[in-house]
Each structure stands twice: as structure tokens, then as C-alpha cells.
């Protein structure tokens, strides 16, 4: 919402006419298309989620469907379209951009799994969400001297779990690109229990396997019962932290400058404090790995 606001409210200022899309890119097919005036994206920057709604359109996937939703935006006269979103979003509108269409993407996912920028969207939240999370659960935790296994969101990749992991200060987090050592993960618990340590935390991404599992296993080779939550999409939501708003609101704007200045097929992003922008198809094309130190750090800080 953060950013839909800026690119309303910065296009406006450069003299721009400016439509939502409802319901992505199904919204595009059906031209579902809403005049958006300063007013109508008034009081929405603390709101998650979007008022535009999304969908992932399994009609827009295909040659034919891509080509109705060019067609779409020539019938409407759009010369310009901002794409927030992930990397499904993204592919299609590279497509789009095949097509002759001027389009420049925003990155917004929970997961932070793209190239060529710090952070997306909706990350700061959902890491805060998760460690908010972990800080209640300390709690019965320590009173209880249990295990507990936190199951996060990322189905593909770890960095929101590794954040979480971290912040929250977890004896373990288990992703997605790294092999799971159920084995190892005991003998660490059982150090720490050897030490009188009260309780642990184990962050596990969705990817890497459910929480359920992870626990099962652990059970079985400690002797232990443990406990299991998972955030699932209540991690997906809510309020938007101030630094989640701050980055919306930058990425929206800059996403109109380049449209203005004849920009298109570009990802912007936060570089440190800069505002950046990447060719879009080089984006796609780079795999974000895991950051091997913060996972090191988090494995040798957890003792
Ligand atoms: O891609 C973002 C993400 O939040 C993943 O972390 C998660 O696995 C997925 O979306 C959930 O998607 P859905 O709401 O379609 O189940």
C-alpha cells in the first residue's frame, strides 16, 4: 500500500493520469482498471496487504493470456506500468515488455529472495512478526524447560527464516539451500541441556521441511517432547514496519521517475541508501544465495 501510494501520488505530481489494476494480473485480462486519484490512496500507508487485492492468475501464464493483457493496456492507452511483486510477477511482466509494453517492477515478497536489492517489501514486517513471535514463545519456553520448533514462511528459500533465527536469538534455523543434519542439531541441543540451558528455539523455513517433521525427529533421538507453531500467513500480514514503508515509498516513486524518463524492464532497488535500478531480465536471472556469514554468526552465536 506504502508504495502504491507513492507511485499514485508521484505520478499525479509529474502531471500523470494513473490506474490500478484489481486483482493483478487476472484483473489485467479482465480490465478490471480503476481511476486513482490523490484522495483514494489516502490513509492506506499503515495498512498491509493491498486495496488493489492480488491473485496468482493462471491465465495470464500463458502466450495468449500475456498477449490479451498487452493488448489490455494499449486499449486503455497506458504508456506505463509498475509491477510490485515477486519473481512470478516479475517473469510475466518481462513478457509483457516483449510485447512492447513500458513496465518497471517493485520488489515486494516476505521472502527477500531477489537479486540486486538490499530488501523487498513486506521482509522488515515479517521478520518482526516471526521474532515477536519467538520473544512470547521464550516465555513458556523457559517456564516450561521446553523445545520448541518455529515453523516460518519461504517455501524456497531461508532468508527470512535466517533473519528471524538470528534476531531471535534461535539455537538453530534450518533452510531451504543448506542441508538439515538432524543428528548434529541433537548433539547441540543436548550441550546446551548439559549446561542447564532452559530451553531452546528452532527456526525452521517452510522449505527446508515442516516444523511437525523437524520435531518428530528431534523427539526421537533426544527423548524429548517438543513443542511446534507455525506463523504461517500471520507473518504475511499486518501493520507495516516504519523501514517497510520507508522502502515503498522510495521504490514507488522512483518506479514513475524512470517510467517518465523512458525507463522500462527494470527492477528498482535499496543499495545501502541508494535507490537502484537492474535490467529485469539480469534480476531473474541471479539466484540470491543465503548469506553464509549470518548463518555462521547465527550457528556461533547459538550456544
Ligand atoms: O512467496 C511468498 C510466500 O509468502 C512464501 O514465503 C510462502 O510460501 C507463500 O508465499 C505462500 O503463498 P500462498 O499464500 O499462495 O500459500
Known sequence: NAALRAVVRRGISLGMEVFGI???YDGLLDGDFVGLKVESV????????TILHTARSQRFLTPEG?????????????GGLVVIGGDGSFRG??????????????????????SFTDYTIGFDTAVNTGVEAV?????????HERVFVVETMGRHEGHLALAVGVAGGAETVLVPELPVNIDEICQKLQKGMDRGKLH???I????????FDVAKAIEKC???ELRVTVLGHVQRGGTPSAFDRLIASRMGAKAVDLLAAGESNLMVGVSGTAMIATPMPEVLSTKRPIDLQVYNLAEDLAR
Open 22 to 24: 484489481h486483482k493483478g
Open 42 to 49: 489516502g490513509d492506506i500507508i499503515h495498512r498491509g496487504g
Open 66 to 78: 500475456v498477449d490479451l493483457g498487452a493488448a489490455r493496456l494499449r486499449g486503455a492507452a497506458i
Open 93 to 114: 511482466m518481462v513478457e509483457l515488455c516483449k510485447r512492447g509494453v513500458a513496465a518497471v517492477g517493485i520488489p515486494a515478497t516476505i521472502d527477500n529472495d531477489l
Open 135 to 143: 520473544n512470547r514463545l521464550r516465555d513458556t519456553a523457559t517456564s
Open 200 to 202: 531452546s528455539i528452532i
Open 204 to 211: 525452521v523455513a517452510e522449505g527446508a521441511g515442516s516444523g
Open 222 to 224: 533426544l527423548g524429548l
